[in-house]
T-cell receptor, first 117, second 113 residues
Framework: AQTVTQSQPEMSVQEAETVTLSCTYD???????LFWYKQPPSRQMILVIR??????QNATENRFSVNFQKAAKSFSLKISDSQLGDAAMYFC??????????????FGTGTLLAVQP | GAGVSQSPSNKVTEKGKDVELRCDPI?????LYWYRQSLGQGLEFLIY????????KSGLPSDRFSAERTGGSVSTLTIQRTQQEDSAVYLC???????????FGPGTRLTVT
């Protein structure tokens, strides 16, 4: 069974600084997707960034980028130039590659990010 | 267009009562998921619907939980004889097709007293 581990329950960053959130996962599959979701107090889960396992290039979305290390099964999220609006719970998630099976998301336990003004 | 909507936003019920939670997916989305977010268990998958196929119920925690999806659109998650451990946020997500991005609703916070 696949598992996702986030070892940092809470993180804090100063506004305009950079922070990295860690995520490791375990799977025996070679093709899959990894995601970072943001959940603000409104509870709405918002997709921040996704990474296809078959792509070696790390995904980037504006101030958000990932460091995907497939061999190490590591998938960290870097937030540059942190803003007050980045404060939220961040979840790392795994999903097997589409192949007729349920594409359910498997989530980590989350990291609560605080942004200090 | 409109996103995934869920109702009610919050629900308080007494132990032993039945509750129904509703999810309206994005129009045209064929896949629909229910997840539960609780302090003890984190975020966990409950059930998945894809078109007219039989649902994947592998995540339902007990036979008190059931769900249906009518007309390939609206879904209702029913919890019978609620227990305090059912207290959680129930999230619904939909995707255009199986394997596509999942878009989440704002969730229903269920409190069982």
């Amino acid at each position: 069974a696949q598992t996702v581990t986030q070892s940092q329950p809470e993180m804090s960053v100063q506004e305009a600084e950079t922070v990295t959130l860690s995520c490791t996962y375990d799977t025996s599959e070679s093709d899959y997707y990894l995601f970072w979701y943001k959940q603000p107090p409104s509870r709405q889960m918002i997709l921040v960034i996704r990474q296809e396992a078959y792509k070696q290039q790390n995904a980037t979305e504006n101030r958000f980028s990932v460091n995907f290390q497939k061999a190490a099964k590591s998938f960290s999220l870097k937030i540059s130039d942190s803003q007050l609006g980045d404060a939220a719970m961040y979840f790392c998630a795994y999903r097997r590659s589409y192949g007729g099976a349920t594409n359910k998301l498997i989530f980590g336990t989350g990291t609560l990010l605080a942004v200090q003004p | 267009g409109a996103g995934v909507s869920q109702s009610p936003s919050n629900k308080v019920t007494e132990k032993g009562k039945d509750v129904e939670l509703r999810c309206d997916p994005i129009s045209g989305h064929t896949a629909l998921y229910w997840y539960r977010q609780s302090l003890g268990q984190g975020l966990e998958f409950l059930i998945y619907f894809q078109g007219n196929s039989a649902p994947d119920k592998s995540g339902l925690p007990s036979d008190r939980f059931s769900a249906e999806r009518t007309g390939g659109s609206v879904s209702t998650l029913t919890i019978q004889r609620t227990q305090q451990e059912d207290s959680a946020v129930y999230l619904c997500a939909s995707s255009l097709t199986q394997g596509a991005e999942q878009y989440f609703g704002p969730g229903t916070r269920l409190t069982v007293t």
